[in-house]
Every structure is written in C-alpha cells, then in structure tokens.
C-alpha cells in the first residue's frame, strides 16, 4: 500500500497502457471505498486524484470524463456512509471495541463535527481520515439528509475539482514528475496538518481548565 500510494504516477501509466477501461473503474472503486466505507480511510484519495489529474494532461484519460466519475464516487461514497451511519451508527460508537474500526476516529471526527457543524462535511473532504468518518458520523447525528446533501455535493465536486486539476496542471512539471514520491507524502502531510494542529490546540485547552 505505501509503495502504491508513492509511485501512483507509474501504477496508473501501465494501468492506462494495458487495461483502458480498468483506469476510470479502479480510481472510482477506491475513491467510493475511501469516503463510504468506516474501514478503509487509509486509501490515498488525494494523491489519487492528483495523479489522476497528471495522466489527464498527457491525454492517457479524459479530463472531463475523470471529473465527472470521481465527482460521481464521492459523492456516492458519502451518501452511503451517511445511511449507514443513520441505521447503525449509534449502536457501532457504543460498541467498546467495534470491528474493523477505530472507536477513536470516530471519536474525533464527532468533536470535529460538534465544532463546525454542517461545515464538516465540505472542510473534512480535505482531510484524510476525517472525510470518511465525518458523513458516518452526520447519519449517527441524524443531521437531515437534504442538508447533508447539499454539502456533500458541494464539497465532493469541489474536492475532485481541486486535487485533479492542481495534477492536470502542475503533475507533468519536470520537478514534480522526478519527486512524485515526495510530492504524494507532502500532500498527505498538508492534508493532515490541519487537523493535528485542531487536535494539540483542544489538548491544551483541556490542559488549561485542568490547571
């Protein structure tokens, strides 16, 4: 998996030279598995998309084709999270170890959510972890569907926007195509630092009021 998420660039060019149909399916599959499945939030859906983006600019997919189905997938992806966060959610966060999940994600993606409401949903898609469980933990809310929507529309279309294009433009740069590997794990590092920082900020404020 970390050799996958690092050389993504090659993986998708001989997937683009060998199976045509497999590069559109395979980064729908995993785009849907990363936001609407509680278990699998460790699959690499920003650098997924960017690289993506970078084989849209050497014409191995089309662009608007890609846009279009990843669009599609997360939007898809959130929706079902959120049902099935809706039917079973609260029982899965009252489990004291729940299976295949890590009670803590849950744990902070609810702080997260508590604190910037409906918001969540569109400010989590750019941040790993988070994202999947932020739709599962809206349908254990019961947040209205019709509300979750329109975030869930709004952030999906304009998450796919962002990273694939930011690939589609600046992918195929000499630089960038030498260092995809570190490119990827910076992507991952800036997604992710948001959160750390909310998370160290709530640890020493709760430090505060102990004091």
């Known amino acids: 998996m970390f050799d996958l998420i690092l050389h993504l660039d090659k993986h998708l060019v001989a997937l683009a030279q060998e199976h045509a149909l497999l ?47 990843l669009s599609l997938a ?3 992806g959130d929706s ?30 609810h702080a997260f ?3 910037h409401g409906g918001k ?13 469980f ?15 929507l329109m975030y869930n529309v709004f952030g999906g279309v304009l998450w796919v926007l962002i990273f694939t294009l930011a690939g589609f433009f600046f992918g195929n740069i000499p630089f960038v195509k030498e260092h995809f590997s570190l490119i990827a794990l910076g992507i991952i590092v800036i997604s992710v630092l948001p959160a750390l920082i ?10 505060r009021q102990r004091q």
């Not at 969540?120 to 999947?132: E, K, S, W």
């Not at 932020?134 to 979750?148: I, K, L, S």
Request: hydrophobic share 55%.
């Open 23 to 69: 590069v559109y399916a395979l980064p729908f599959i995993v785009i849907f598995c990363e936001t609407g499945l509680v278990i699998t939030p460790f699959l690499p859906g920003d650098s997924l998309l960017f690289a993506i983006g970078s084989l849209a600019a050497i014409a191995a997919v089309d662009l608007t084709t890609v846009l279009i189905l």
């Open 74 to 76: 997360a939007i898809c």
């Open 80 to 109: 079902v999270n959120y049902w099935v966060g809706a039917r079973i959610g609260a029982k899965i966060a009252a489990m004291e170890k729940p299976p295949l999940i890590r009670k803590e994600y849950i744990a902070r993606t």
């Open 113 to 115: 959510y508590e604190r």
């Open 120 to 132: 969540t949903i569109v400010i989590a898609r750019f941040v790993p972890i988070i994202r999947t």
């Open 134 to 148: 932020a739709p599962f933990v809206a349908g254990t809310a019961q947040m209205r569907y019709h509300r979750f």
């Open 198 to 207: 909310e998370i160290l900020r709530q640890r020493r404020l709760a430090l």
